[in-house]
């Protein structure tokens, strides 16, 4: 285990919070719920069948028959009233057990959700967006993974940010250097006294090769410098450039990110994703997220190819983000 996860449910025992998990017909989710519950970590609300699902400590919850439906059913037609949703659809909607599971978190009968791992993306964090929005002062939620490498040499001692790998599709130059910024915070909030250094990542480095997309990433950048000049941003910049000191002397000698980079934003949801599943599956670096940034508390994801304790990860992550929204 990581030294990065080992701090995370140091810091998730020390000031324990309720986190739901709304996939409990799922066999990791149960894994994972029984050590969360022997660990402490947090206190676990399971949604599902309580005559099928045995976790010792944790509450079932069944949202179909639940006692609080209605009242959540009446809240979520008045949040969604201007979209056109009648109380009857909501009653509907919110027999789901991910909309039930964020209605939670949005009355604040949680703190955090975490789910994703039998269900895709779209549908666990559609709900997130619909129903808590973003946060005040924020326009673009975005997803990020951390990434515990085996490679001490690169990011934090292995420990590095990548972006967006699970909710925007296809970034503008805009909303690029909005997840560049909002990744360099979500660094600091996890890795305290390390600064963050933020590539953009591209196949050409500082105006090498040309094409639409390096235009982007290039644009991305000059945003994100001018947005927020306080933060080590840099770009455009190929991957080894980002992170090795001996390649980045050779293509972009200048930049103080490059050969430093802890935080990579991809160019778009493609890159992102394949990225940060190369490195997890070839490289054996534990993957924890995707981890919402920019929504107003805290909803995480998973992959469908989670394992159980990656789940626990993520909620131990969940749990210390719901510290901070406190
Ligand atoms: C998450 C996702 C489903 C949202 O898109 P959608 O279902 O088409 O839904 P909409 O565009 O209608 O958005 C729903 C709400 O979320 C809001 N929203 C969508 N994306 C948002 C973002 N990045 N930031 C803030 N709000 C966002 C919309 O404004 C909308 O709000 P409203 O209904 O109150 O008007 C879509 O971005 C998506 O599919 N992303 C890729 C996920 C994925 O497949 N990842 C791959 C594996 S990790
Ligand atoms: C994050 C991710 O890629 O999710 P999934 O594997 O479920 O599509």
Do not use: W
Request: aromatic share 4%; glycine share 8%; proline share 5%.
């Amino acid at each position: 285990m990581s030294d990065f996860l080992t701090r995370m449910k140091n810091a998730a025992k020390a000031d324990k919070k309720t986190i739901v998990l709304p996939e409990g017909e799922d066999p990791r989710t149960i894994e994972a719920a029984k050590k969360i519950v022997e660990e402490d970590l947090a206190n676990l609300v399971i949604l599902g069948n309580p005559d099928e699902i045995d976790v010792p400590g944790a509450t079932v919850i069944d949202p179909r028959n639940a006692e609080k439906h209605e009242e959540y059913a009446q809240k979520f037609a008045e949040l969604r009233a201007k979209k056109g949703v009648t109380i009857e659809q909501a009653r509907a909607q919110v027999m789901d057990a991910t909309y039930f599971g964020t209605m939670m978190v949005k009355m604040g009968d949680a703190d955090g959700l975490v789910s994703g791992a039998c269900h895709s993306t779209a549908d666990t964090l559609r709900p997130a967006l619909q129903i808590l929005k973003t946060a005040p002062g924020t326009k673009l939620v975005s997803a990020f993974m951390i990434m515990c490498t085996k490679t001490p040499e690169f990011g934090a001692d292995g420990t590095l940010v990548f972006a967006d790998c699970g909710l925007n599709i296809a970034p503008t130059s805009d909303e690029l250097s909005e997840i560049a910024i909002a990744s360099a915070n979500s660094f600091k909030t996890f890795m305290g006294d390390v600064e963050p250094k933020v590539a953009m990542l591209s196949y050409s480095t500082m105006g090498s090769a040309g094409g639409d997309t390096a235009k982007k990433v290039q644009e991305a950048t000059a945003f994100a410098k001018e947005k927020a000049p306080e933060l080590a941003i840099d770009g455009d910049l190929q991957l080894d450039a980002a992170i090795v000191p001996s390649v980045a002397q050779l293509k972009a000698p200048e930049s103080k990110v490059a050969g430093h980079a802890n935080v990579l934003v991809f160019p778009n949801l493609e890159t992102g994703n394949i990225g940060y599943k190369l490195v997890q599956r070839f490289g054996g670096a534990e993957a924890y997220g995707p981890i919402l940034q920019g929504i107003a508390k805290p909803v995480n994801d998973l992959s469908r190819g989670c394992s159980a304790d990656d789940i626990v990860g993520v909620v131990a992550i969940t749990a210390v983000q719901a510290q901070m929204a406190n």
